[in-house]
């Protein structure tokens, strides 16, 4: 069931719709002010809005690498799918021969 939740990050409060629940909500947004705090800090002029895209940015890299594995892994998985299949068949061929003799 989806729900609101509300959660500050820099002092701008946000109402977000989830069914992933408040815990996980408040985690990630506790993450979110951590990552934004430590760019402020280790640029001293950065703003707020650009330590926010920089770290959107850092994000969406991370999500686009992210999805590449995935592809790589499933490609993987699919190949071995049908390694699986083909001992298989294979393994109840020689079954057959063998109930044979």
């Known amino acids: 069931m989806k729900e609101k939740i509300y959660v500050e990050i820099n002092g701008i409060r946000l109402g977000i719709v989830t069914e992933d629940g408040a815990e996980y909500v408040n985690k990630i947004a506790s993450q979110l002010q951590e990552q934004l705090n430590g760019m402020m800090k280790a640029q001293r002029n950065c703003t707020l809005i650009e330590a926010s895209l920089f770290t959107a940015m850092s994000l969406q890299s991370k999500c ?34 063998l109930s044979q003799k």
């Not at 049908?82 to 057959?96: G, K, Y």
Request: glycine share 0%; no cysteine.
């Open 64 to 97: 686009s690498e992210d999805d590449k594995r995935i592809k790589n892994l499933e490609a993987q998985l699919a190949i071995y799918q049908a390694q699986v299949s083909r001992l298989r068949v294979e393994n109840e061929e020689l079954r057959t021969r």
